[in-house]
C-alpha cells in the first residue's frame, strides 16, 4: 500500500478512503487489468461462423499476450482467479462460445480450465519467473535443454529441439488447439 500510495504521490492511509485492503485494491488492479480483454482493441470477440474450438484458442492467444505484457498479474491471478466482474464476464466469453459450439457443459468447463491451466503456464514461463530473483532467462533455459549430455537423459535429447521452442506462438497455438479439439472429440456422441 505504502509503495502504491508514493507511485500516487498520497499518503498510505489515504487510500483507505477508495480501498479497504490490499486484496481489494488488487482485484481492482486485476479486473482492470482482465477489463481489457473486454474493451480493448484486443477484445474476446465470438464470430458464430467460425469454430468454436477456433474461436477459444484465439481468446486464449489474446489472454496470454495480455498476461506477457504483465507479468506482475500471474502470480497475483494464481492466488485471486476472480477478482471481480471483468473476470467473470472474460469466463463468460469463453463458455458462451462453447455452448453456442455444441459443447456439453461438462466439456465447455473442461476447455475454459484446461485453457486457462495452459495460458497462466505459459504466461508464467514466458515472463521469466516474473521477475523473481535468480530466474534463467529464457535463453538460458534453451542452452540447458539442447547441451543436455549425450545418453544421460536419451527422451529429453530426443526432442531437446521442440522442447527448446516451449513457449513460441506456433506452439502454444498448437497446444491450445489439440486440448480443446480433443475435448470436442470427447463429447461427440458414442454409438
Known sequence: M???ADRLGA???GLYTHVASKEQLLDAALDDLLGEL????????DDPNTEWTAVVVGFAERHLGLLVRNPWAVRVLLSRPVPGPAATAVGERYLAV???GGASARTAVEAFTGVLAVVYGAAGFLSSGGGAAGAQSRDRIE???VDTPPGMF???EAVAAELARFGSPDQVHGILT????GLRAG????P
Open 38 to 45: 473486454l474493451h480493448g482493441d484486443d477484445q474476446l470477440r
Open 2 to 4: 505504502r509503495a502504491v
Open 98 to 100: 462453447a455452448l453456442r
Open 11 to 13: 499518503a498510505p492511509m
Open 178 to 181: 489439440a486440448l480443446v479439439e
Open 154 to 156: 536419451p527422451a529429453t
Open 143 to 145: 542452452e540447458l535443454i
Open 187 to 190: 463429447d461427440a456422441p458414442r
